[in-house]
């Protein structure tokens, strides 16, 4: 790292609210010298609980972690919070920008809010948002609340970022509950129908028991766990999920809240402690914590293979130069990707992996 990043790395973990927004509007927009500052931030991160907030859109989330938050600071706890918006088609940035109805973190240092784009990901969450996660971290923060889009089935992409996922339901949401179990539903760790005192409430609640009862037969939803599968939900790869059962023996509970006046946030906040210590005394967070860095891993290494083979290939007369010659049957795609990708796989062949006896990694 350069002075200017060593200067900035320190200050944030010396406390500095204000060095913990520029480290994260580094990472979000990339900035030059990013990746050494975040290689830096993982030998101080791994003391946050790091909780996430999704649901369809309009079921109160926003309210709720502010609630959430309002809450934990009055325990005595920081909380740290990254609001998940849609991205501009324009920009690439937030378009909702600054939560407004999270009022109660207004003036409150210890609550730190930041909105950030989607930037198109399929699962709702970009590489930034995790990044910006280990920034909170190592700055100290005790809770980290991811609240994202809501954008349906898309949206399990959470499940790599969060240790809890607290998934909100909508009162009165009948067949549509049918209709997402496939999807968003079997994520959760814990459920919350908030807006509990609106008409349907009840029988919500009854729906998702009778879910949560039949996933626990079935092992297709609820206590089986096999909504953590982490590697079979990233980047649509059909991969072994070698989590099915890491979280068996634990039954999502069903939290009825009121977010607006503050009704059962108190148990939603137990239920998530529930869930926590379930993951540490199980073992399971454990292995959560390295099926995500596995996935960083592979995300890296899938990022920049292919920002490398784009800059050789436009070396070479670019993408649209080889196009043409497979227009004219000169060629074909399968025979340029071998050929692209021999030089790629002959470096694979001797290449060495992992710690040096000394600590350090190898070159």
Not at 120 to 148: N, P, Q, R, Y
């Amino acid at each position: 790292m350069d002075a200017d990043d060593e200067s900035l790395l320190e200050a944030l973990l010396a406390g500095e609210h204000r060095a913990l927004a520029r480290v994260i509007s580094k990472i979000e927009n990339r900035s030059p010298g990013y990746r050494e500052l975040v290689s830096e931030l993982y030998a101080h991160t791994g003391d946050a609980d790091v909780i996430g907030i999704t649901g369809s859109p309009g079921a109160g989330k926003s309210t709720l972690v502010d609630k959430l938050a309002e809450e934990y600071r009055d325990r005595g706890e920081t909380v740290g919070i990254i609001a998940i918006d849609p991205s501009s088609p324009f920009s690439g940035g937030a378009v909702l920008g600054d939560r407004i109805r999270m009022a109660s973190a207004v003036g409150d240092m210890d609550v730190f809010v930041r909105s950030m784009s989607a930037r198109g990901t399929l699962g709702g969450l970009s590489t930034a948002t995790a990044d910006a996660v280990k920034a909170m971290d190592a700055f100290g923060k005790d809770k980290i609340i991811i609240e994202t889009v809501g954008a349906g089935q898309n949206e399990i992409d959470i499940v790599r970022t969060a240790d809890t996922v607290a998934v909100l339901v909508p009162p009165g949401s009948g067949d549509d509950i049918q209709t997402l179990k496939a999807g968003i539903l079997e994520i959760a760790d814990v459920f919350v129908v908030n807006k509990a005192d609106r008409d349907g409430a009840d029988r919500t609640v009854q729906e998702l028991r009778e879910m949560v009862h039949l996933g626990e037969e079935s092992g297709l939803a609820g206590g089986s766990g096999g909504h953590h599968g982490a590697d079979v939900m990233s980047s649509g790869n059909a991969a072994v999920d070698e989590t099915d059962d890491e979280d068996e023996g634990w039954t999502p509970p069903i939290v009825e809240t009121v977010a607006t006046k503050g009704t059962g946030i108190e148990t939603f906040i137990d239920e998530l402690a529930n869930h926590r210590m379930h993951l540490v005394d199980s073992g399971t967070h454990a292995e959560k914590v390295r099926q995500r860095h596995a996935e960083e891993i592979r995300t890296l290494l899938r990022e920049d293979v292919h920002s490398l083979l784009e800059d050789e290939l436009a070396e070479s007369g670019g993408i649209d130069g080889l196009a043409e010659a497979v227009r004219l049957g000169e060629t074909d795609p399968y025979s340029i990707t071998s050929d692209v990708l021999a030089p790629v796989e002959a470096c694979v062949e001797n290449l060495e992996t992992g710690p040096r006896e000394d600590g350090s990694n190898r070159e």
